[in-house]
């Protein structure tokens, strides 16, 4: 089973930016779809942006436009970057996909 470690969170101010990466174990080039979701206290979980295996994106309404998720199948990664970032969108991200688990998911807030 392929093993996920998200990194590149971070505190920044609203206007910034963040990189976040997600670094598999294995091989992810023939799973279906590789997404993001994020988490924060008291909301349920969100999904933000999926990749699918034909690079095919899709995006939350609140994050579309802000946000671009990307893979390097050669890297075994997938990356999602935030731009124009909100307070709104502090949470902790978690990278997942289909058929896989989750890493320990790396914080990111967005301070007023």
């Known amino acids: 089973q392929v093993q996920l470690v998200e990194s590149g969170g971070g505190l920044v101010q609203a206007g910034g930016s963040l990189k976040l990466s997600c670094a598999a174990s294995?091989?992810?080039?023939?799973?279906?779809?590789m997404y993001w979701y994020r988490r924060a206290p008291g909301k349920q979980r969100e999904m933000v942006a999926i990749?699918?295996?034909?690079?095919?994106?899709t995006y939350a309404d609140s994050v579309k436009g802000r946000f671009t998720i990307s893979r390097d199948n050669a890297k075994n990664t997938v990356y999602l970057q935030m731009n124009s970032l909100k307070p709104e969108d502090t949470a902790v991200y978690y990278c997942?996909?289909?058929?896989?688990?989750w890493g320990q998911g790396t914080q990111v807030t967005v301070s007023s």
């Open positions: 997942s996909g289909t058929l896989l688990g």
């Open positions: 294995g091989s992810i080039s023939s799973i279906v779809a």
């Open positions: 990749i699918s295996s034909g690079d095919t994106t």
